[in-house]
């Protein structure tokens, strides 16, 4: 389990709650996470480069990722097998982070970039609700959500259910509620 320690110099840490020590101490922005190399280097090729090629190879520094600390968390927790919570609100900041991170198949099967497209095509981008959260949310992780082709599926995405019959529409939790007659 992650937890967070909030330092009186409003440094924010997050340890790995095991029976053996961090090896390895991952800073992002002001934000600095105490993990293990295996879990994280098993599924993240950029750091496993990082980590290799760095002088401190205990310390990496990675303050470009997109979606900042948040982001970078959620690929912390699916790399320890840790519930990843996925939604309209943070689906786009993790998958420009995982890009970043570069977790893909290749680096190991069922890693979290498959997740994340599953999860966008098979949830998302079936409800107008949640395909417009979601474009909302890619304004802040431009170019990178652009070049994931995100912001093209939800444009498509909203533009397929404005052009059909509403009664096709799958709408989010929020609007599945009994419709009153007028």
């Not at 961090?22 to 190399?37: A, C, M, P, R």
């Not at 295996?38 to 520094?61: A, I």
Request: hydrophobic share 40%.
């Amino acid at each position: 389990m992650l937890y967070r320690v909030n330092t009186h110099l409003n440094i924010e840490l997050w340890y790995v709650a095991t029976e053996l020590t961090s090896d390895i101490v991952i800073n992002v922005g002001d934000v600095k996470f105490y993990l293990h190399k295996f879990p994280l280097l098993s599924k993240s090729l950029r750091l496993q480069l990082v980590s290799n090629t760095s002088e401190e190879n205990d310390e990496v520094h990675i303050h470009d990722i997109p979606g900042g600390p948040v982001a970078f968390e959620i690929c912390a927790k699916f790399c320890y097998g840790m519930v990843v919570t996925l939604n309209a609100y943070n689906v786009v900041a993790a998958h420009c982070a995982v890009e970043y991170l570069e977790m893909y198949e290749t680096v190991e099967k069922g890693n979290l970039f498959f997740k994340i497209e599953v999860f966008l095509n098979s949830n998302i981008f079936r409800s107008w609700k949640d395909s417009i959260i979601v474009l909302q949310t890619t304004k802040s992780l431009l170019p990178l959500s652009d070049e994931l082709k995100v912001v093209s599926h939800c444009i498509e995405s909203i533009a397929t259910k404005a052009s059909m019959d509403t009664s096709r529409v799958e709408w989010s939790y929020t609007y599945n509620r009994k419709k009153t007659p007028i």
